[in-house]
């Protein structure tokens, strides 16, 4: 049974960063594709960025730019990089994995939903 903690949410003023952990632990944990996702009270979650496990990447439009996704696979862990956060980044931030098939972009899309998923980490935004 894989599982998933996210760390490293918390406040930060518009235009801070913060860096975003996923550790992974069970049997396989290096060998999933991993993406991360958040959801603002309200709002339905949506796709910020992905990585499978041949470090194809694909980020939302709301991620380019400004977070970079990245993989350490002797940790297990999966880091995102915020830069330049905006008043409309505040959400619960989720990463999930799951071994995918398809496209990196398929993998952060509408139609599929991860199999495992953490239990998110909250980011505020605000002066």
């Known amino acids: 049974q894989l599982q998933l903690v996210e760390s490293g949410g918390g406040f930060v003023q518009p235009g801070g960063s913060l860096r975003l952990s996923c550790a992974a632990s069970?049997?396989?944990?290096?060998?999933?594709?991993i993406g991360w996702f958040r959801q603002a009270p309200g709002k339905d979650r949506e796709a910020v960025s992905c990585?499978?496990?041949?470090?194809?990447?694909y980020d939302a439009d709301s991620a380019k730019g400004r977070f970079t996704i990245s993989r350490d696979n002797a940790k297990n862990t999966v880091y995102l990089q915020m830069n330049n956060l905006k008043p409309e980044d505040p959400a619960v931030y989720y990463c999930?994995?799951?071994?995918?098939?398809?496209?990196?972009?398929?993998?952060?899309?509408?139609?599929?939903?991860?199999?495992?998923w953490g239990r998110g980490t909250q980011v505020y935004v605000s002066s």
């Open positions: 999930a994995a799951d071994m995918w098939k398809g496209t990196v972009k398929g993998l952060c899309g509408k139609d599929y939903t991860l199999r495992s």
């Open positions: 069970g049997p396989n944990a290096r060998n999933y594709d």
């Open positions: 990585v499978t496990v041949n470090d194809d990447i």
